[in-house]
């Protein structure tokens, strides 16, 4: 039990240290805010650290983490700290790597999805996850993974003018 337990924290840390940049790239798509998406990181990376023991299948280390950073950054939205006064928005520089979400309208339709469709949307398009890798993020089962996916598409292309289903 220990060796699995000192087994998972060392492919959790190795995950982590190698993954960083993608943490901060999908809590930034949820907080908008550069020092609040480091928080929330650093928050995810605590808590899955703490609880590494309860990762029942290390083959699962990304979706069992990007599960608690979702979590973490909807948690972080939901207290209402996506206040913050427009002097430092104007003077924080953006998420890094730029793509397809770098548009302004794209990012303003995507903040109109509700946030299932939303928290969906991100993880397949921005952080290339399978649907299946979805479905275990969020814990609902794949056809819900599904319809949401294609609801938040056709949303998309309806408020962009644009078809998200060739990207």
Known sequence: MVEQHLDNRRILTEYILASQADFYRLAYSYVKDRDAAL???????????????????PEHVKTWFYR????????????GQRLVPLAD????EAAPELDHGARLDLYDAMERLNEKERTVVRLRY???????????VTGVNLSTVKTRLYKGLRHLKEWTKEDWNDA
């Open 39 to 57: 928080d929330v990181v650093q928050e995810s990376i605590v808590k899955a650290l703490t609880k590494a023991d309860s990762l029942r299948n």
């Open 89 to 92: 928005r104007l003077d924080q």
């Open 126 to 136: 921005f952080e290339d996850l399978k649907l299946e890798e979805i479905a275990r």
């Open 68 to 79: 608690i950073l979702v979590n973490e950054s909807i948690n972080w939205y939901r207290r």
